[in-house]
Structure formats: C-alpha cells, structure tokens
C-alpha cells in the first residue's frame, strides 16, 4: 500500500515522478496524444488543437494566481498581444514560426511589466481591476493601431513552413506543434512548482509578509510571475492566431480571461494537473451545454443558437459559483481523493 505523502529525503519530495508506474502512464498519454491525428478526423484534429491551446493559457494563469496569488483579469490582453506579434512578425516580416512564437512570448513576457511594475502594492481586487483595465487598454490600441494590427478589421496570418521544411497548411501540422508546445509548457511549469522559484510563489500566496520576512525578494517574484505567466500566454495567442489565420480583436474580450479563470478554479488553483482537467471540461462543456439544449429543443435550441456567447457566459459564472461553493480545491482534489479511496480499498475510510 502507498505511503500517500510521506517521504524519506529531500529528493523524494521534490521528485517529478513520485512513484515509478507514474512514468509509463504519462508516457502512454503523450504517446496517445501524438497518435491521435492517425485516428481522427480533421474535425477531432482542430477541437483538439482548440482545447491543448487552453491547456497552454490555464497553466500559464495558474502560475501567477493559483500558485503566487496574484488575482489576474488581464490575461486576454497578454493572448492578443502574443497573437498579434506572432501575426505581425510572420505575415509582415517572414519570420518563421518558431521564432515568431518565442518572440510572442518574449513580448508579451515585457508587456507584462507595465502591469507587474505598478501592480507591486496591489493585491486582491484592485490588482483584479489594474489587470482588466490593461487588457481594455491592449483591445483599444489594437484597434487604434490599424495600419500594424489591421485595427477592427483584423488581420490574416500566414502559415510558413517549419525550418523551412515542413509546412503548415493542414489541421494535422498545427495540432502536432500546438501538442509539442503544450507538453513542454507542462513540463516547465511542473518543473517550476518543484525549484525554489514556485516554493516562493507559494510563499507569497499563503502568507507574503512573512514570506519577506524569511527573505523572500517579494519585487523579484511578483514580477517573475507575471513574466513567466505572459510568456507562455504570448505563446498560447502565437499558437492561436496560426490556428485561426485570422485575427479580430474580438476575439479577446473579457469573456476570454473569465474563461481561463474558470479553468484554473474549476480544475484547482495551484495545481497544474488541475490546469490541464480544468482547460479539458471548460472546453468541452458549452458544446455540450449546446448539443442538450438543442436536443430538448423549443425555446432552450432557439437560446443556444441565437445567444451563444451569453450563455457561454451563464455556464461559466454558475460553474465558478458552484465550485468555490462545494469544491473549492477543484478537479485535482477530487481525483485525489478517489485514487486514494481505491488505493486504500477494502479499508478506505466514507470520508474519502
């Protein structure tokens, strides 16, 4: 029987596997995800490609307020700005995809300090609102800016070949180098949780007066996070406006980092396994909430066809509600809680 949580040395705890049959069912789950087109149609192809896009936003949001506690609103203009500089970069200046998804990154990553810089005394809801008054601020310059970002009208986006060698004119393509992103973005992260780096973001989420009274540098990790959550949210926009090859500035409103919020609190703040079911059922409910409705028909079909984007909006408030309600800690802590139940059957205690 598993010990659960108890470890004998430092290396245990921090281990990236924590037991050795963790290893091969990681390993089949990429080995699946990478197998997946062989099977699929090119409608599964491009869901999926949607869904590991979200994978990527969720576990950037959750470094920086599940697992530093910064509350963050802002997350849409981070995506815009790293898909108009990706869009930007390729179709205006040829650069390849590659690059131009880490220089997304990277400017997105520097945008992120003229929230983190005078964010530093703020917390809680007035640092929720200095981030979604800098993501109203990023939509407005879009569409001021039309002679860069195509202003309201958008703006279409090329599809280069990868190194010049592999082009990105299928569904297919795009999904195997959004699933590459999305598994390394995964990793990093887990991988950040682990350093001294995430023991100090969790410092300052639970408690940072005393976190700075350890020694704890609170300027240098507060602005860490923001800059490590922008880069891979530059890189999740870069990934999406290949995958769209058409960029509207609608595409960025307020609905958009309600959604990647309801994610993280959905699939459990601070955890990056939580990060990943959240982006899952988030992804997948409306459609499912919409194939229901139509399936009842009457008035509930005419609703879901005609007020998509509200009702969109309705499922995801009473979803944060139900769950900050009954099941704060998320999906993570629930499935925590049934492994260890079968782990520990026949003597499982009711209370797990």
């Not at 849409?76 to 108009?84: R, T």
């Not at 010049?164 to 973005?185: D, K, Q």
């Not at 860490?224 to 995958?243: D, E, K, Q, R, Y």
């Amino acid at each position: 029987m598993r010990t659960r949580t108890f470890k004998e040395n430092y290396a245990d705890l921090i281990a990236l596997f924590p037991y050795p049959d963790t290893k091969i069912w990681y390993g089949l789950l990429i080995v699946a995800l990478f197998a997946l087109p062989y099977f699929s149609s090119n409608y599964i192809i491009t869901y999926m490609t949607v869904l590991l896009i979200g994978v990527i936003g969720a576990v950037a949001l959750n470094l920086v307020t599940g697992t530093a506690g910064l509350i963050s609103l802002g997350h849409a203009g981070f995506l815009a700005i790293g898909a108009y500089a990706a869009g930007i970069l390729i179709t205006d200046h040829g650069w390849g995809v590659v690059p131009a998804i880490l220089a997304a990154g990277v400017v997105s990553a520097a945008s992120s300090l003229l929230v983190g810089v005078p964010s530093l005394r703020l917390k809680g809801l007035y640092l929720a609102i200095t981030t979604l008054a800098f993501s109203i601020i990023v939509t407005q310059l879009i569409v001021e800016l039309d002679g860069l970002t195509g202003g309201s009208g958008g703006k279409a986006v090329g599809r280069p070949a990868i190194l010049g060698v592999i082009p990105l004119r299928t569904p297919t393509a795009v999904y195997y180098l959004t699933a590459a992103f999305a598994v390394l973005s995964v990793l990093v992260a887990v991988n950040l949780l682990r350093s001294r780096v995430g023991r100090a973001w969790s410092a300052l989420r639970d408690y940072d007066i005393a976190a700075s009274l350890m020694g704890i540098n609170l300027v240098r990790y507060k602005l860490m996070a923001f800059a490590t959550s922008a880069f891979m949210t530059g890189v999740s926009g870069a990934l999406l406006a290949i995958h769209l090859r058409y960029l509207n500035v609608d595409n960025f409103t307020l609905i958009t980092s309600i959604e990647v919020l309801a994610m993280i609190i959905v699939g459990g703040l601070g955890s990056v396994r939580g990060a990943v079911l959240g982006a899952i059922v988030i992804t997948v409910l409306p459609d499912v909430s919409r194939m229901l409705m139509s399936a009842v028909g009457g008035p509930l079909k005419s609703l879901s066809l005609d007020n998509a984007a509200d009702v969109k909006g309705v499922i995801y408030a009473v979803l944060i509600m139900l769950f900050l309600r009954f099941e704060p800690d998320g999906l993570a802590a629930r499935w925590l809680r049934i492994k260890r139940f079968w782990l520990d059957w026949p003597f499982s205690r009711k209370s797990a």
